[in-house]
């Protein structure tokens, strides 16, 4: 099952072998004896690529949460009854850590005092091994491929949102196709292409290259643009969240802005994960409410 899941996550028979120290031949008996076992096959194979099947992915889904547990389980006493020490280095997006991760990270440093936690914020999505990281933490749809990601917290909300004196000029969008008539704050991803809003209407995705002259590329400057009238600004509600309470910004189109996947943090699948690392997931998946559950991911241009 070990076998299975690293290839899954890896895409191949030499990647998951390396990965798990164990030869290329070893992976591929265990994989097929599994899958003779249970009899299905769990992977298509080319000379080209290796992706599971349809009941591949299932099987996958159900075994991977309970190997992470067991594995979890198999550490050496020593090591999990050891307190924690060293430098653990954790990069994400600004806006992330300004919104989630920093409250965690006090709260981690309180119970682990003999940890040192360095955090690196940048908003391009970076090669966490090759900068010296530990791990990182992105939007579930952002993570590398090859990296061992553990998801947490919900689905992240967004709104479409404008200051009152704006709506009172200029009137208020119905459907996202009236924000053609309007001025919006348009955003440049970290990578340098727009970003086309995306909505969701009649079960159907929708994204629109917004009009508007003024670009911009940091979630904080453009809600001060939309807090001074210049426009329409589609930000992450953690931004917002206090100025739509106090009125100062009013959300429209709710019902046509979709959510995105919540945030995951990441790592490089080591077979043995550093203590620091071990403990702050834990800390993290605890205070979320959720458990640790292995997924790929697809690279994405969020910057999250």
């Known amino acids: 099952m070990e076998a299975v ?30 899958e003779e076992r249970i009899g299905t ?52 997006a600004v806006a992330v850590a300004d919104h989630i991760v920093l409250r965690h990270l006090l709260d981690f440093r309180a119970r682990h005092p003999a940890v040192t936690v360095d955090l690196i914020t940048e908003d391009h999505l970076i090669d966490i091994v090759a900068h010296g990281c530990d791990a990182g933490i992105r939007t579930r ?36 196709g009236e924000l053609m008539d309007h001025q919006c704050i348009r955003a440049r991803w970290p990578s340098g292409p727009m970003y086309r809003w995306e909505f969701r209407g ?13 670009i911009l590329d940091d979630p904080r400057l453009m809600r001060q643009a939309a807090l001074a009238g210049a426009g329409f600004a589609y930000l992450w509600e953690a931004h917002v ?9 009013v959300a429209v189109l709710d019902t046509w802005v979709p959510t995105s996947p919540g945030l995951a943090l990441y790592h490089p699948g080591r077979r043995h994960v550093p203590p620091a690392l071990r403990a702050f997931t834990a800390a993290l998946v605890g205070a979320e409410g959720r458990r640790p559950r292995p997924i790929s991911g697809i690279p994405s241009a969020t910057g999250m």
């Open 41 to 92: 096959r769990l992977f298509n194979r080319t000379t080209r690529s290796v992706t599971p099947s349809d009941a591949g992915s299932r099987f996958i889904a159900t075994i991977a949460p309970a190997l992470a547990e067991i594995q979890g389980a198999m550490a050496t006493p020593e090591a999990s009854d050891a307190e924690p020490r060293g430098t653990l280095r954790i990069n994400c």
């Open 141 to 176: 749809d952002a993570v590398p491929r090859d990296m061992m990601s553990i998801p947490f917290g919900p689905d992240l909300r967004f709104v479409v949102a404008a200051s009152p004196d704006y709506l009172r000029a200029n009137g208020t969008p119905t459907v996202p």
């Open 202 to 214: 009649e079960g159907k995705p929708l994204t629109i290259d917004v009009p508007g002259t003024l």
């Open 241 to 249: 969240g206090d100025d739509l309470a106090a009125g100062r910004l």
């Open 5 to 34: 899941v690293a290839v899954a996550r890896l895409g191949g028979f030499r990647a998951a072998a390396r990965d798990l120290g164990v030869s290329p031949t070893a992976v591929s008996n265990a994989v097929a004896g599994l």
